[in-house]
């Protein structure tokens, strides 16, 4: 199969699973996880009509960023502190923010380029060694972040672990309370400006099950850019 034939499997799948559960297709992101693959490829996905991309290392998103800077280029990386100039202001959303202090840089870089940044929390599912806020410091992190004002939270992000789909699925929904659940304090607080429409979760083997469970963005990269992938 070529990307092409892969990504579009992919997309009727996911189109598909939309329906099948009452939503609409157009609610679902699918973001190509580009970061074990060259410019040639990205080209070819271009072509083949992905337009949001995944990238976990800074210099790889600047450069692949600098190639087809018409397109959209998420960061879904662990954060370094030193490495976040490189990222703000150039991924168009992070996926991964799980520290305040990442949180306070990102604000001041934001603000020197006069932008407000797009973030994600990532939410760790309850697995150990595994990066993170967990669910029950999360409504602090967001509480920090709605005063920053160069930082907007849309959503939330998390990995499940690898193993089978019930667990996947589980992760998935827990996601999805966790972020309920986050709403409704946040509104009896009187935040205002933080509305977590967005969860990014599932990825290759696992995008399937998070999409019924109200995914609004897929991260996937081997089941598109990998030729011997076998789902
Ligand atoms: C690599 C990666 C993906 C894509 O994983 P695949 O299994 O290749 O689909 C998604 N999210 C994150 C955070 C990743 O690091």
């Known amino acids: ?72 280029w998420h960061f879904i990386g662990n954060i370094q502190s030193r490495q976040l100039s490189t990222v703000v202001g150039r991924a168009c959303l992070i996926h991964s923010l799980c520290e305040r202090s990442h949180a306070e840089k990102i604000d001041r870089l934001a603000a020197e380029l006069g932008i407000v940044q797009d973030v994600l929390i990532e939410v760790n599912d309850g697995e150990e060694n595994k990066q993170g806020v967990q669910p029950d410091e999360l409504f602090d992190m967001l509480m920090a972040c709605s005063k920053l004002e160069h930082v907007r939270v849309v959503g939330l992000m998390t990995m499940a672990m690898r193993g089978s789909l019930g667990d996947a699925r589980a992760t998935f929904s827990d996601l999805r309370i966790l972020r309920d659940t986050m709403r409704d304090k946040l509104a009896r607080c009187g935040v205002q400006g933080v ?14 099950e998070a999409i019924p469970q109200g995914a ?11 030729d011997d992938y076998a789902s």
């Open 195 to 208: 509305d977590l429409h967005e969860l990014s979760m599932g990825m290759s083997d696992d995008y399937l």
């Open 216 to 226: 609004t963005m897929v991260r996937v990269g081997r089941a598109i850019f990998s």
């Open 1 to 72: 199969m070529t990307l092409k034939q892969r990504y579009d499997r992919i997309d009727h799948e996911v189109s598909a699973s939309c329906e099948a559960c009452g939503r609409s297709a157009d609610e679902v992101t699918i973001i190509g996880v580009s970061k074990t693959v060259g410019l040639e490829a990205v080209e070819e996905a271009v072509a083949a009509g992905i337009h949001d991309f995944g990238e976990n290392r800074p210099q790889e998103l600047a450069r692949k960023r600098d190639a087809f800077p018409d397109e959209r």
